[in-house]
Nanobody, 125 residues
């Protein structure tokens, strides 16, 4: 059974940084592409960062490009979302998701094989 657990969320001031972790269990993460989605109150899921399973190529939404990175550590079966220069509009619940097959990057939340439970990020003074 594919399981993902996120951690690392919290309250941070504008301009600050946070690193989210996504630990996988029950499967080998290196065979899966990984994405981080976020959902702000009253909005749908937005894909913000993606990393391929084939060549570790990364993709980012325009809203986070240059501020967020998505490294993965296959030895630890863990993916990360490093977030810098945070803005109030980054406030949301953040989820990692994995995808085994199919076109990538995939911006549709429903096309992924497994999702974590989410971790909350709040950016405020």
């Amino acid at each position: 059974q594919l399981q993902l657990v996120e951690s690392g969320g919290g309250l941070v001031q504008p301009g600050g940084s946070l690193t989210l972790s996504c630990v996988a269990s029950g499967f080998n993460l290196k065979y899966y592409a990984i994405a981080w989605f976020r959902q702000a109150p009253g909005k749908g899921h937005e894909g913000v960062a993606f990393i391929s399973s084939i060549d570790d190529r990364t993709y980012y939404a325009d809203s986070v490009k240059g501020r967020f990175t998505i490294p993965r550590d296959n030895a630890k079966n863990t993916a990360y979302l490093q977030m810098n220069s945070l803005k109030p509009e980054d406030t949301a619940d953040y989820y990692c998701a994995v995808k085994g097959l199919g076109p990538f990057p995939a911006y549709d939340w429903d096309t992924y094989d497994a999702w974590g439970q989410g971790t909350q990020v709040a950016v405020s003074q």
